[in-house]
């Protein structure tokens, strides 16, 4: 009886699971290229607000399939094209059947995104400022690091290793980051020093990166004060491709005599080779690469080698899995500080050409997607991420810089779709960090744990307007009887209204913090002929965001123009600045002790002069940052920032198969720094940055049936001399021929 019982229990749900299946439809079509016909593969369709999603294959064909019968919104993406929402209804049993077509669009002016609310949507449907940059804007502009990417988002400047947002960040060496940086969803801010490694980042591997404007905490956790930076990488092609980047060139001489130190141009180069397929159920996607250059200044060369691999895993329709493993080695000089003004090309005296800087970066990680139903659905993510660093022939006995860090990051993320009207998205993260090994960390292998929850939701009370409300509480704890941070509340909210497909609104308050990392708490590190004290007593940096802001479309020349503006005001307290040597203390310490507001302006436009003759885009952020405590300008921020781009597009055979492009940054002079002439001479000296870049973009496939781009790139074109830290000349002009081949 028990087993006829189950017999029968099993066979209703058999049915009922066939029942499932044949009432469940599905979508396919083919996706061409609007002025070619031209059949696209690669190309993402994803169900707004759903877990569904497919992938065009190499005859621009997709199919998802086991959709519940409702009425979709389907996003179609693909970098170097615009994205196209497309209305449609999928009916009990039915197959859908639509085809598309997209246009090519060197500008970027709208994306679909997936780092505002950890989900995909369309970058007009997120209450706060987002800025991405393609693979194709990468590539134009021969970006090796994700840090010289960063350098042309409007409002983003960086000072050699702080990434900062609207000012969020100023400078101050062997510190914490204060924007959150993640590659697929996966932290890389390092265990130790909670900061970011750039060369890991797997750059030749980038679909696109993706910037949120604004303390992040309330979905990212410690290190979102000022904002986030996604970098997201290519999944594995439907058919075997093979690619290959390579770049050569040099630095040209300065034009002081008292700054030559060579009478030969210093050289770089490199080359990144990567083969993707996908087999069956399974895509694999790697990639090795090697840079260095002589250095534009005296011993300051450096070299460079990555690796990275990516697995994608369909376990099934609804079930898919990613690994991916980045590796990193880098070799460089080891000084920092000018000798002097004067002599800013050389060493400070006394400095050993032969001690050398070693760094090692390995990251490992997975995640796991499963779709439960059509309204609920989660991803499990685990990496790991391990860094080495040390000093080779080091001359003098306490000025060596080492760590072997590690950080492991879990986290579970939940998306519960109640209705149409009603969606949220929550989850718990855990964080642990140690320092393995370190001559200067007196601890033994300290520990740092944060645990958290997030929940966030997101209502429609009417069809052109969006709600959104969360929050994350965060639990921070170091070993060594330090007192952690305790709950930490980050808030979030926001709003978005559409008032129609040319004009959206948008508004948003958040928080953020960073917690203090374990390299401030305990180590005693040395730069150059300064010393920095550890401090066990700092708290966490807190920081409060408020944007309000929108986008319009227009029509100008007869050409889509598109206008992007935002006022913020961003509140920081506890912020943790130097406390500079004095006679009763020798050494620098970062305390907190600065309570700073910074309001602004941000503006940009994007658009095409008559015929497409130019493309133009430029933007300006204008703020105010204020130390509130001393009631002057906040130190190491400008108050400018004004960015442009020109796109001349020459008709040589084929529409667009060459292009002449330039960029023009824009950075006013820090009105504040530390003065730290006790230890680097000419420590003050500052300008304003003016840098124009400029190439020739030569698509050879179109003039010549040749799979291949090549790029002639000037940076810093003008030869312009400036500094972006302390007494440390920034890049001076370099010109590189690339070529870029896929076959």
């Not at 993406?77 to 209305?87: N, T």
């Not at 995104?113 to 970058?123: D, F, L, N």
């Not at 319009?552 to 935002?566: E, K, P, R, V």
Request: charged share 20%.
């Amino acid at each position: 009886m028990h087993l006829i019982r189950h017999s029968t229990t099993i066979a209703v749900l058999l049915c009922a699971m066939t029942a499932f299946a044949v009432a469940n439809g599905a979508i396919k079509g083919v996706i061409t290229d609007t002025e070619t016909g031209a059949r696209l593969s690669g190309v993402s369709v994803r169900l707004e607000g759903r877990a569904y999603g497919a992938y065009s294959n190499r005859d621009g064909a997709f199919l998802i399939k086991n959709i519940p019968a409702d009425s979709y919104t389907l996003l179609v993406s693909l970098v170097g094209y615009e994205i196209k929402k497309l209305s449609v209804t999928v009916r009990d049993g039915d197959t859908t059947a639509v085809s598309i077509s997209i246009r090519t669009q060197i500008l970027r002016t709208n994306d679909v995104v997936v780092s505002a609310g950890k989900r995909a949507q369309a970058a007009q449907d997120v209450p706060v400022s987002i800025t991405t940059v393609d693979a194709q804007g990468l590539q134009q502009r021969n970006i090796t690091r994700v840090d010289d990417a960063l350098r042309y988002i409007p409002g983003v400047y960086v000072a050699r290793d702080q990434v900062n947002i609207r000012g969020s960040s100023g400078f101050s060496l062997g510190f914490g980051s204060r924007v959150s940086m993640f590659l697929d969803g996966f932290s890389m801010l390092s265990a130790d020093g909670g900061d970011v490694k750039f060369d890991v980042i797997p750059m030749f591997n980038v679909e696109r990166i993706e910037v949120v404007k604004g303390a992040g905490s309330a979905l990212y956790g410690t290190g979102a004060l000022g904002g986030v930076v996604n970098v997201i990488t290519a999944q594995p092609s439907e058919s075997p491709e093979f690619r290959f980047r390579g770049f050569a060139g040099a630095y040209t001489l300065p034009r002081y005599e008292e700054w030559k130190w060579r009478s030969t141009p210093p050289l770089l180069g490199g080359a990144d080779v990567g083969y993707s397929q996908k087999i069956g159920n399974v895509g694999v996607l790697a990639a090795v690469g090697w840079k260095g250059n002589d250095g534009y200044v005296d011993y300051f060369d450096n070299w460079q080698m990555n690796a990275f691999a990516k697995v994608n895993v369909e376990i099934s329709q609804r079930a898919s899995m990613n690994v991916i493993f980045s590796h990193a080695y880098d070799n460089r000089t080891n000084w920092t500080f000018w000798r002097s003004l004067r002599e800013a090309t050389r060493a400070p005296l006394g400095t050993n050409p032969a001690e050398r800087f070693i760094s090692i970066k390995t990251m490992l990680a997975a995640d796991y997607r499963d779709v439960f139903n059509e309204k609920f659905f989660f991803t499990a993510r685990l990496g790991a991420y391990r860094t080495d660093f040390t000093t080779l022939n080091q001359a003098t006995a306490g000025t060596q810089i080492a760590s072997v860090a590690n950080a492991v990051n879990g986290e579970v993320q939940f998306t519960s779709i109640v209705d149409s009207t009603l969606l949220f998205t929550y989850g718990i993260n855990g964080i642990f960090n140690m320092i393995e090994r370190s001559p200067i960390v007196a601890a033994n292998a300290p520990t740092q744990v944060i645990g958290a929850a997030y929940v966030q939701g997101e209502y429609k009370p009417l069809n052109n307007l969006t709600l959104t409300l969360g929050s994350r509480f965060d639990m921070e704890q170091t070993s060594g009887g330090v007192a952690g941070s305790g709950v930490i509340i980050s808030p979030k909210a926001g709003a978005t209204w559409v008032l129609s497909e040319q004009i959206q609104l948008r508004g948003s308050i958040g928080a953020g913090f960073r917690a203090p990392t374990l390299t401030e708490r305990f180590a005693a590190l040395r730069f150059g002929s300064f010393t920095v004290a550890p401090n066990q007593d700092m708290r966490a940096e807190r920081s409060w965001s408020f944007e309000v802001g929108g986008k319009q479309a227009f029509s100008l020349f007869g050409q889509d123009w598109t206008m992007d503006g935002a006022v913020f005001n961003n509140e920081f307290t506890d912020l943790v600045e130097p406390r500079l040597p004095s006679a009763t203390n020798p050494q620098i310490q970062f305390i907190n002790i600065t309570r700073a507001r910074i309001t602004g302006v941000e503006i940009g436009i994007t658009g095409w002069l008559p015929e497409r003759i130019v493309g133009f885009e430029t933007s300006l952020t204008q703020m105010s940052p204020i130390d509130l405590g001393l009631n002057q300008v906040l130190k190491y921020r400008s108050t400018t920032l004004w960015y442009s781009r020109l796109i001349v597009p020459l008709n040589i055979v084929a529409s667009g198969a060459v292009q002449i492009q330039a960029d023009y940054r824009f950075q006013s002079r820090f009105d504040e720094i530390d003065d730290l002439s006790i230890a680097i001479r000419d420590a003050t000296a500052r300008v304003p940055i003016h840098i124009v870049d400029a190439r020739i973009v030569a698509n050879m496939l179109q003039l010549a049936g040749l799979p291949a781009i090549l790029t002639l790139n000037v940076r810093n074109l003008l030869d312009y001399y400036y500094t972006e830290i302390i007494g440390n000349l920034a890049p001076t002009r370099h010109i590189t021929l690339q070529v870029d081949m896929k076959f």
